[in-house]
C-alpha cells in the first residue's frame, strides 16, 4: 500500500491505527471506471491522419521529424561564422526536442494501448497506493491524475442524473476548462452559454472547431464535457440528462489554504478563498501585480535607449563608489566585463556591478515580455513546499524564459522576425524576476512563512540528533521522513567496448540536517492536504452516498449530479480538520519528543496564530472552484 524499502516502517504501519486511512483508500479504488469512446476515437483520428495541429491540443508530436522541414540554413552560413553558429545551435535544440518527444510519444502509445485493450470493457477499477506522506496515487498509466488527453479517456462507470443542480457544474466546469475561472460562477455560466454554438459544433466536429477548441487549458476534456453538454441542452428537461463526466473542484494554492487555516491566518486566508468573497481571490495576480509595480518603479516609462544609458549611468556611480580611486580610464574595459559573460576571474566589484546594470536592463525587458499571474503561479504554488529564491530563478527559467527562447530561436530559424528582450539566454533576467517575487510573497503570507522557519529549525534539532523526522497526520498515518547523508563513490564498467566510470550517492548511517531542514515544510503540507482529501472522501460517502470519485491531491471531483453536495463537504471537511486538531500544537508535541530534554530549549516557539474563523470558509464560494 506504501511505496518504502524500508522494512522497518511498513512493520509500524501495520500496526497503526488508522481506519479512516484505509476506508478512504479503499472508497477511492472502489471507484468504476470506463474508456471514454468518444474521445478515444478522435485521438485515433489524430494519430491516424497524422494531424499537423496536433500539439497545440497538448498531444506530444506524432511522429519522427525532420531537422530540414523545421531549421531553415542561411543562406550564407558556409561564409558566415555568427550565422553558422546558431544554425548549428537550433539544429542542437531541436535534436534535443525531438528527442524529449520520442519519450513523450513512448508514453502516450503506452497510454492509448492500455485504453484500447480497456475500451469495451464496461467497468475496471485502478489500484491506489499511497506515500510516506499518504498522498494517493493510481497505480495505473491511465487514471485520472494524467495528463488532459489521460483524465479525458476516462469516465465513471455509472451514470447520474444532473437533477436540480447537475447542468450548473457542468457549465462551470466547461468553463474551467477553458481557463475562464478567475470570475463567479454566474460569469462563467454566461461565458458557456454565451459559447453555446461553439460547444455544440466542438461536439459534432472538432476538427472545424479549431479555433475554439484550441483556446482551452485542457482541451480533450472539454470536448469530452462539449458533448454531455450538448446532450443535456437538447433535452426538454435537462434535469433528467445521464453524466457520467467527473466535474472537478480545485483548491486555491492549497498549500498556502493549509497553512492558513491552520494558523488562522487572515492575511493568508484573504487571498486563498478561505473568506467570503464576491468573486475569487487571486494571490497570483497579487504578487505578480506587486512584482510589476516594483520593476516599473526601476525603469518608469523609459524606452530601450534610456534604459541603457540609465543603467550605464548608475553601474559608474556605483563602481567609482566602491573603487577607491577609481580611475576613469579603466571605466570603458570595466562596462565591456560588466556586459559580458561572467568568467570565473570576476571579481566581486564586477558582479556587485552586474547586479545594478542588469537591474535596469531587465527590469525593462520583464516590461516589454509581460508579467502576469501565470509568470509567478508556480513560484507562489511552491513556496509553502520549501521554494526559495535559487528554486523560483530556476522554476521561471524552466517555465517561462527557456520555453519563450526556444519560440525565440525556432521563429528565427524558420526565417521568421522574433524580439528578444532579455540579456543573452534569461538567466539574469530569471535571477532579477525572482529577488522580486520571493519577498513579495513573504510578505503577503506572513504567518505561513514564520510556520515554514519553525518547522525547519526543528527538524533540524532533530536530525542533528542523528533520528528522522516523525509526525502523525490527523487520521493516525504515522509519517516517517529520512534523509541520510550521502557519499559518492565511483566505479568503472565497460560498455560498449569501452571503459567508462560511474559516479553513485551512496546512503550513509547519519541523518542529514538540511535534507531534513528543506524537506519537512512540503512533508507536512503534503500529509495535511492528504488527510484532507481522506476525510473529504470518507465525509462524501458517509453523508451523500458518493461512490465515485476522481482526486488529485487538492482538486476534488465527482459527478456532477452530485457536485452540489460535494462542494459543501469539501470545504465542511477542512474546517473540521483544522477545528477539532491543532496541528501545530501537536507538531510541536511529537517533535519535542524526538529532540533531547537538553536541548529542548532550543526549540523556537510556535508562530502566533491570528483571527481567522473558519467557520467562514463554509460560506466561502470559491474555496474549491
Not at 472 to 486: D, I, W
Request: proline content about 4%; aromatic content about 12%.
Amino acid at each position: 500500500m506504501i511505496k518504502t524499502p524500508n522494512r522497518t516502517y511498513l512493520r509500524e504501519l501495520r500496526n497503526a491505527a488508522m481506519s479512516d486511512v484505509y476506508d478512504a483508500l479503499n472508497s477511492i479504488q472502489r471507484t468504476p471506471l470506463k474508456v471514454n469512446k468518444f474521445v478515444l476515437d478522435w485521438i485515433n483520428y489524430f494519430i491516424e491522419n497524422q494531424v499537423t495541429w496536433a500539439d497545440d491540443l497538448d498531444l506530444p508530436v506524432l511522429c519522427q521529424r525532420n531537422v530540414e522541414d523545421h531549421v531553415r540554413r542561411p543562406a550564407d552560413a558556409d561564409v558566415n561564422e555568427e550565422a553558422l553558429f546558431w544554425y548549428q545551435k537550433d539544429c542542437t535544440e531541436f535534436y534535443r526536442d525531438e528527442q524529449m518527444q520520442a519519450g513523450k510519444r513512448a508514453g502516450f502509445y503506452q497510454m492509448i494501448g492500455l485504453a484500447e485493450k480497456y475500451v469495451d470493457q464496461e467497468r475496471f477499477y485502478v489500484p491506489w497506493q499511497g506515500d510516506r506522506r499518504m498522498r494517493v496515487y493510481p497505480a495505473s498509466k491511465l487514471n485520472l491524475q494524467g495528463h488532459d488527453y489521460t483524465k479525458a479517456l476516462l469516465k465513471f462507470a455509472d451514470g447520474v442524473e444532473l437533477g436540480k443542480h447537475g447542468l450548473k457544474w457542468l457549465e462551470i466546469h466547461m468553463a474551467n476548462l477553458f481557463g475562464v475561472d478567475k470570475c463567479s460562477f454566474k460569469q462563467r455560466r454566461a461565458w458557456v452559454r454565451e459559447h453555446a454554438t461553439e460547444i455544440k459544433l466542438l461536439a459534432v466536429d472538432p476538427l472545424a472547431s479549431r479555433d475554439f477548441w484550441t483556446q482551452a487549458d485542457s482541451p480533450w476534456q472539454a470536448l469530452a464535457v462539449a458533448k454531455e453538454l450538448s446532450e443535456a441542452w437538447s433535452m426538454d428537461n435537462p434535469k433528467k440528462f445521464v453524466s457520467y463526466i467527473p466535474v472537478a473542484l480545485d483548491g486555491s494554492c492549497s498549500g498556502l489554504q493549509i497553512l492558513g487555516a491552520a494558523l488562522r491566518c487572515e492575511e493568508t486566508g484573504q487571498h486563498v478563498n478561505l473568506i467570503p468573497k464576491d468573486a475569487p481571490a487571486d494571490i497570483y495576480g497579487v504578487v505578480s501585480g506587486i512584482v510589476e509595480k516594483e520593476l516599473r518603479g526601476i525603469v518608469g516609462d523609459m524606452d530601450r535607449k534610456e534604459v541603457l544609458k540609465t543603467a550605464e549611468a548608475e553601474t559608474y556611480k556605483a563602481w567609482r563608489k566602491k573603487v577607491e580611486h577609481a580611475n576613469d580610464g579603466d571605466w570603458s574595459f570595466v562596462i565591456e566585463r560588466v556586459k559580458g559573460s561572467t568568467a570565473e576571474d570576476d571579481t566581486k566589484v564586477i558582479k556587485e556591478l552586474r547586479k545594478t546594470y542588469f537591474k535596469y536592463t531587465e527590469a525593462w525587458a520583464w516590461l516589454q515580455f509581460g508579467l502576469n499571474r501565470s509568470t509567478v503561479k508556480r513560484n507562489v504554488m511552491t513556496y509553502c513546499y520549501g521554494s526559495e529564491q535559487f528554486g523560483f530563478t530556476e522554476q521561471c527559467l524552466e517555465d517561462i524564459i527557456q520555453p519563450a527562447y526556444k519560440a525565440h530561436r525556432k521563429a528565427i530559424a524558420s526565417g521568421q522576425h522574433s524580439e528578444w528582450y532579455f540579456n543573452g539566454t534569461g538567466n539574469r533576467a530569471a535571477q532579477l524576476l525572482a529577488s522580486h517575487v520571493y519577498p513579495a510573497v513573504k510578505r503577503t503570507v506572513l504567518r505561513a512563512a514564520q510556520a515554514m522557519d519553525w518547522m525547519q529549525k526543528t527538524a533540524k534539532l532533530i536530525a542533528k540528533e542523528n533520528r528522522p523526522v516523525r509526525w502523525t497526520t490527523p487520521l493516525g498515518f504515522p509519517v516517517l521522513q529520512e534523509y541520510r547523508k550521502t557519499k559518492e563513490a565511483k566505479t568503472q564498467c565497460y560498455f560498449q567496448g569501452s571503459r567508462r566510470i560511474l559516479s553513485v550517492n551512496l546512503e550513509q548511517q547519519n541523518y542529514d540536517p538540511h535534507k531534513a531542514a528543506t524537506a519537512v515544510a512540503p512533508n507536512v503540507v503534503h500529509s495535511l492536504d492528504s488527510t484532507h482529501l481522506q476525510s473529504v472522501v470518507n465525509m462524501a460517502r458517509d453523508e451523500l452516498g458518493v461512490q465515485h470519485f476522481a482526486l488529485v491531491h487538492d482538486s476534488f471531483g465527482t459527478h456532477a449530479g452530485n457536485t452540489e453536495g460535494f462542494f459543501g463537504v469539501i470545504r465542511k471537511a477542512l474546517i473540521d480538520l483544522f477545528t477539532e486538531h491543532d496541528v501545530f500544537q501537536d507538531l510541536y508535541d511529537e517533535f519535542k519528543a524526538q529532540i533531547h530534554p537538553d536541548k529542548r530549549h532550543e526549540i523556537p516557539d510556535l508562530p502566533e496564530y491570528g483571527d481567522l474563523s473558519l467557520e467562514q470558509i463554509a460560506d466561502s464560494l470559491y474555496a474549491f472552484a
